[in-house]
């Protein structure tokens, strides 16, 4: 059995830190100087953007739909069910359409970035290119990056508006709230402060998604077996720094007296 050294572990976490705090970076910083990979950037947006269209439609759906479902059963208890609108919206657009989004993104996407810039590292593609003269960073990290930054909101805004109709499905087929109790309460529960912080969260939330993806598909090794690890890694690194990112960034906010 291989020797488990506490300094060694620590100085492996302490690096995979300063890599990965370095690679956010240097991506970021390539956003504004040339060359910019245009094409490149256009197709990770097809890929990241509209190749998860359909799944973060159908979980934003049903999401709010349950919602709907579980907060009845509680708001009938007080006889409040016409507050049943506003409920499905403050919670699609705080929380479950932010959250569930870049989750759902994060387990399609984290693994794909992870699974092809492996694939293309025990390939030694990489060492070919950095042959040639080209950045691996900027031409596989930045746009891939910057996809991400500009579809996971649009995909939020979508998922929200989906989970307030599934919402609004099942308040009015089953609870048979009227169509204008359920909009007009849903639409006046949501402020300013609401809709920007379900917009802000997003924006971090790619961050994770894209940059995750991309270190541990840099830090690919051991041929083929390591592709499938680093693949597992990267989705569940994601999905955690989501929920932990989550939970620091609301806190911050209620503590600033945001909302």
């Known amino acids: 059995m291989a020797e488990i050294s506490i300094d060694g572990f620590v100085k492996q976490k302490v690096q995979a830190v300063q890599d990965f705090t370095f690679l956010f970076a240097n991506s970021f910083a ?3 100087s040339s060359p910019r990979y245009i094409v490149d950037t256009i197709v990770q947006m097809d890929v990241i953007g509209v190749g998860s269209l359909p799944i973060v439609l159908l979980v934003g759906f049903f999401s709010g739909g349950v919602i709907a ?3 009845y059963r509680t708001l009938s208890t007080f ?3 016409t507050l049943l609108g506003q409920v499905v919206s403050l919670s699609v ?3 479950m ?3 569930l989004t870049a989750l759902v993104t994060a387990g399609r996407n984290s693994s794909g970035i992870a699974s092809e810039i492996g694939s293309m590292i025990v390939s030694e593609q ?5 042959a040639l003269g080209t950045d691996p960073v ?3 990290v930045t746009p891939r990056l910057f996809a991400t930054v500009i579809t996971l909101p649009l995909l939020t805004i979508l998922a929200d508006l989906f989970g307030m109709l599934g919402g609004f499905f099942v308040s009015f087929y089953t609870v048979r709230l009227s169509s204008v109790e359920y909009w007009t309460t849903a639409y006046q529960a949501l402020t ?3 809709v920007t912080q379900g917009l802000l969260k997003p924006f971090l939330f790619a961050f994770i998604v894209a940059l995750v993806g991309c270190y541990f598909g840099l830090a690919t090794r051991g041929g083929t077996e390591g592709v499938g690890r680093s693949t597992t890694q990267a989705v569940v690194v994601s999905s955690v720094l989501i929920l932990v990112v989550d939970f620091f960034f609301t806190k911050f906010l209620i503590a600033v007296g945001f909302f």
């Open 79 to 81: 006889g409040s069910v």
């Open 93 to 95: 657009v705080l929380e």
């Open 126 to 130: 990489v060492d070919a290119m950095r």
């Open 69 to 71: 479902l579980q907060t």
């Open 192 to 194: 300013f402060e609401d």
């Open 138 to 140: 900027r031409k596989l």
């Open 30 to 32: 390539n956003l504004f």
């Open 97 to 99: 359409g932010p959250v």
